[in-house]
């Protein structure tokens, strides 16, 4: 017996559909048991299935595809005795992920099992009075959340026989495709825009991959990757945000895994989850529901929140003004991890967001940046703008009454603020003094 | 009965000394179990013991004073489960530390369980067959091993009622305790000198603490610190790397224990391991003698080798002339968080690693850069430059046949790359190019 979770499923309700084992499309592809419990790619718009590959649009409607399941029904005390004694990163979640049972062991970066951090001193600021936890994945190898879902992508490619893993990136995915290449012994070559940040360059670099900075914006960046994708030259390529990006988007299931475990296999009231492409919130929901389903945890209602920077808020926008569709804008913020102007899951947070009573808000770049001297003085959090953007918005939710301050919240931060010190430049010290007793005095500081 | 671990016991021979309880002069500090097993503080020179309280020197002889332990002696197969069981962070070595019981329920980083990384890529480059381990302390919380450090003074901090957290710095340590301080509710002010990388500067501010640049030298900055702490300004305040030192130092025996329990309870045949202060290597050396006392390893010998930079290498030059004594230098490297001219415990260093057989080496600021490299572009480990150094000094090593590659091998990477970017700012993109396929066959990279 088996949970059924698809794109369907996960856009509306939890259903758990039975089906007889040897079904699965995934034998008809000749991989076996390389993809765990991953039995097809479904169509998130028609539905239609396809055998597991390396390929991301239906080819009925050209709706994007994501891993359907055929999940392990059975003892859920068994199954959570089973994650809880398995590695601390996400490779303990391997039987609810589309990989083999053996890829802890496999090289890669072992990303997850990050810190779920009690945040009193922040709820006390905030008047969350009923309990507020903040999801710190500035803990994984390269510093961001990128590194979880680059790890599914790498087995696939693995899988898929492909030889060289790329990307088109602004920042933390080239560090987290180049850092995971070069630990797996893979090829690398990613693609950025000539005009980054030296830092971001340099972390893109660094790993010994090749690295492309093109003469052009992210979007003509995008534009070249998928040529490549069509051409000779990119046969034997895993681009990761690209033709692998079915797998590649599950990783972040991981996260929705991980709090409910470190919570004590509960659900949370709240969870405030920040909008790029909007791909991190709809998986950590689609996780959610898969954890209810297999009875892992009890099945309650929860709220999603999404949030965006003002300079790059057409989620937010869209769900303000009632709407379905989401209209692309131009980004221009300091939140650059988040700066997609046209998101491709932006209709499925709407959906979201709104079936689970949560809703969609935004904060300016001044906010972003009081947030993460907020998170940083209250509990010791560098976070990089996006880290801002979340609980600069969690303030927000509660000040306008959006968000019950009673309930228990979960606030992400998906990076590290080392990656984007500019954002705080200003900080420095307190004063600058002669080295004498009193010159400490004079300041005032004694 | 209990293990009586001393600074005698901790340069000589792993000694273990049953004393009945109750002889520990903790109970007459009055700070009760306050300090778990931690019994003293012990003389490193004369061996005369002092009560558990904020003083760093010897009232006898002015020698510097560690912690000495009433060790829980027992079934080791019962202490390893207990440890086992206990939190990923270093409180699972509670019992092992001068810290309460209930430690990890307090607000704090959670330092700490940080990867041991097998390193099969870089192990193949340098020609180590008997198995290379990189511990990997870049994902601590402020991506440093002094969370570690930090967290056992902070918690003697409120041991002895301290309220403001402070130490000199120029750059880790600051940032490590801005963080913990924040997220303990403590007052932190921490000095640094005025001409830092802003970077540095950026993270010992942002976790809003006092910041105060002093107007001079890494030099001049510590003699104020002392000057403060003799005055009564400085009265409550505990500077962690001066009058909690004691405590403070005992934060590295926690790589000793997680490196033999991260390899399965046993001990690797040799340890590479970074001098700045020369405190880290000899707390490892004393954490590695605790296991074997404790019964939780088998007894067997290790090899510690001490790196350093060629442009601060006093303890390295000391070693190779054969001198018990350390003569001070100014530094001169891009390994600043090695610089330190005159190393306190540089000649304990030469004990140990004389003592196991051991060497202390030295690599240039260039074999530093390209050590850097390889690591990152073997295992997809970005390494501050003190990291560069272990790696350079184990390839030396290795080449100049003073480290056995059919051993097996643990080598230290103390920090992330994030914090040194100047180290690598060189490295870029292969190409820059238009986006175009043809562009892109013409770079010579289809």
Redesign the interface.
């Known amino acids: 017996m088996a949970v059924q979770s698809t794109a369907a499923a996960a856009t509306q309700s939890a259903t758990v559909s039975p089906e007889s084992p040897g079904t699965s499309p995934s034998a008809d592809a000749g991989y076996g048991t390389s993809f765990g419990p991953a039995a097809a790619l479904s169509c998130r718009e028609c539905g239609t299935r396809f055998p597991l590959s390396p390929i991301f649009a239906c080819q009925e409607c050209f709706g994007p595809l994501e891993v359907a399941y055929d999940l392990p029904l059975g003892d859920p005390d068994e199954l959570r005795r089973r994650i809880e004694a398995g590695p ?1 990163s996400i490779w303990r979640y391997a039987p609810l992920l589309p990989v083999p049972a053996d890829v802890a062991e496999r ?1 890669n ?2 990303p997850g ?1 990050t ?1 779920l951090i009690k945040a ?2 922040l709820a006390r600021e905030l008047g969350v009075t009923g309990g507020l936890y903040v999801k710190d994945d500035s ?1 994984n ?3 961001s959340f990128k590194d979880r879902v680059v790890a599914i992508a790498l087995e696939a490619a693995r899988t898929f026989g492909l030889t060289t893993l790329s990307c088109s990136s602004t920042g933390n995915l080239a ?1 987290a495709v ?6 797996a ?1 893979l090829r690398s ?1 990613v693609f ?1 825009p ?1 005009d980054l940040e ?2 971001k ?3 893109a ?12 914006s992210y979007d ?2 995008n ?2 990757c998928s ?2 994708i069509g ?1 000779p ?1 990119g046969e034997g390529w895993g681009f990761v945000n690209v033709n692998l990006r079915p797998y590649y988007g599950e990783g972040s299931k991981t996260l929705a895994y991980e709090i409910a475990e470190q919570l004590g296999w509960r659900l949370p009231d709240n969870l405030v989850i920040p909008i790029a492409s909007g791909s991190q919130l709809t998986k950590i929901d689609k996780g959610l529901k898969e954890l209810i389903a297999l009875g892992l945890v009890e099945d309650k209602p929860y709220r999603i929140y999404g949030a965006q920077a003002e300079g790059c808020s057409p989620v937010s926008a869209a769900f303000k003004a009632g709407h379905d569709v989401v209209r692309p804008v131009k980004p221009d913020t300091i939140a650059k991890s988040l700066a997609i102007g046209n998101p491709a899951d932006g209709p499925y947070v709407l959906d979201i967001t709104r079936r689970t009573g949560g809703t969609v808000e935004d904060v300016t770049d001044e906010q972003i940046v009081d947030a ?2 907020l998170l ?7 976070a990089e703008t996006a880290g801002g953007v979340t609980v600069g918005v969690l303030r927000k939710l509660i000040e306008t009454g959006q968000l019950d301050p009673a309930a228990e919240t979960v606030v992400l931060n998906t990076g ?4 984007t ?1 500019d954002a ?2 200003g ?11 009193s010159a ?2 004079e ?1 005032g ?2």
């Open positions: 601390a090289p970066l072992n099992w810190k009193d001193n803990g190898p390269t510093h560090g180049g850092a995971a290449a070069a630990r012994g070559c950025i000539h030296s830092a360059v340099v972390m670099a660094v790993y010994g991959g090749e690295l492309v900075a093109i003469e052009g003509d960046v534009r070249f040529e490549l051409d030259i993460i001297a940083a003085r209250t509990e010791g959090v560098f590290d603020g080392l990656k010190l705080v430049a900080t420095g010290p307190t004063a600058t003094i002669r080295p004498t007793l400490f005095r300041a500081l004694a």
